[in-house]
């Protein structure tokens, strides 16, 4: 998941490339946003920032939370989707 100012651009193995995200604020101190996996629920991330600089999330309809650690990536890292959207060889 890569996050770039207002934005997460959300990066799931397994899943095409999916378009940036809007973090939306919640009015209560979180951010939201939306992740489409194609199933029938219709999942959304609510995160806060941590005290250790992590970034702490609840999945509301799987009830589950996850953390993510913050990375520096050089765009040589990144995935380059194939054909098909998924990473891979070209």
């Not at 890569?2 to 799931?12: C, H, Q, T, Y």
């Not at 999942?43 to 520096?72: H, I, M, Q, W």
Request: hydrophobic share 30%.
């Amino acid at each position: 998941m890569l996050i770039k100012g207002n934005s997460v651009d959300p990066r799931f193995i397994g899943t095409p490339p999916m378009p940036l995200r809007g973090l939306t604020p919640d009015g209560r101190g979180s951010l939201e946003f939306a992740i489409d996996f194609g199933g029938d629920a219709d999942p959304r991330y609510r995160c806060r920032l941590t005290a250790t600089g992590t970034l702490a999330c609840l999945v509301d309809v799987y009830d589950e939370g996850v953390e993510f650690k913050r990375n520096s990536v050089s765009q040589e890292q990144l995935c380059r989707p194939s054909r098909d959207g998924y990473c891979g060889p070209n």
